[in-house]
């Protein structure tokens, strides 16, 4: 009897094993065989790709890579602040900050009560990278609180995912060097969906030769 019920679950193993589909790897080919060209206004990279010009929204496209690892990585990675970061909160905000406390910490944020309307932040996810300028830790939870009560779990934790990825990506306006944008593009090759930021989105956009030459009124 016993070996029966062996035979089944075994059968049934294999039965799953065979279905189960392998995950297929994003096309990532707009983004293979770039020569990173440089930078314009400070937003966007361009690079040629042939005789192609591709354009990389660099905060959309950092904003995507660090949404998919914020995803893969709750609570798994955290950083300790050498200086804990105070958050002043109105009553009414303090009401949702308990709600949303557990969600936050599902992703490394230490956060406790330190008096009437205040919390203190002891630990970041270790996504942030290295924190120079803590106020993205204070523009994090004011996104959040800005959404309001929280109304089910259903779709909180994406929430979540966003705004962090949203805060803790490079910003319209930074300058970065060229092996800052190398490797910026050399990580979105391996997202799920690199072609869109988490809000939908376009990061990579490409002008072919002859949409340039039509541009210029080029006839060869």
């Known amino acids: 009897?016993?070996?029966?019920i062996e035979e089944k679950i075994e059968?049934?193993?294999e039965e799953k094993s065979q279905t189960r589909k392998p995950k297929q790897k994003a096309n990532t080919d707009l983004l293979e065989?770039?020569?990173v060209i440089g930078q314009v206004s400070r937003?966007?990279?361009?690079?040629?790709?042939g005789e192609d010009l591709v354009i990389i929204d660099q905060h959309?496209?950092?904003?995507r890579i660090l949404y998919e690892q914020v995803l893969r990585s709750k609570k798994s990675r955290v950083q300790e602040l050498i200086t804990p970061v105070m958050i002043e909160l109105t009553p009414k905000e303090k009401v949702l900050m308990e709600e949303y406390i557990p969600?936050?910490?599902?992703?490394?944020?230490?956060?406790?009560?330190?008096?009437?309307?205040?919390?203190?932040?002891t630990f970041v996810p270790e996504v942030f990278g290295r924190l120079e300028n803590t106020d993205v830790?204070?523009?994090?939870?004011?996104?959040?609180l800005a959404e309001g009560k929280v109304k089910k779990e259903t779709g909180i934790s994406e929430k979540v995912s966003k705004t962090f990825a949203c805060r803790a990506a490079i910003k319209g306006g930074a300058a970065c060097t060229p092996e800052q944008m190398e490797d910026l593009?050399?990580?979105?090759?391996?997202?799920?969906?690199?072609?869109?930021?988490?809000?939908?989105?376009?990061?990579?956009?490409?002008i072919t030769k002859s949409q340039l030459d039509r541009m210029f009124a080029r006839t060869l």
């Open 1 to 4: 009897m016993e070996e029966k």
């Open 11 to 13: 059968e049934k193993i």
């Open 33 to 35: 065989d770039l020569r």
């Open 43 to 49: 937003m966007y990279i361009l690079a040629e790709k």
């Open 60 to 63: 959309a496209a950092h904003e």
């Open 103 to 121: 969600y936050l910490e599902e992703y490394g944020f230490g956060i406790s009560e330190f008096g009437d309307n205040t919390y203190v932040v």
């Open 137 to 144: 830790i204070h523009d994090v939870i004011a996104d959040l």
């Open 185 to 206: 593009i050399e990580q979105l090759k391996t997202a799920e969906a690199p072609y869109s930021c988490p809000h939908g989105r376009p990061t990579v956009i490409t």
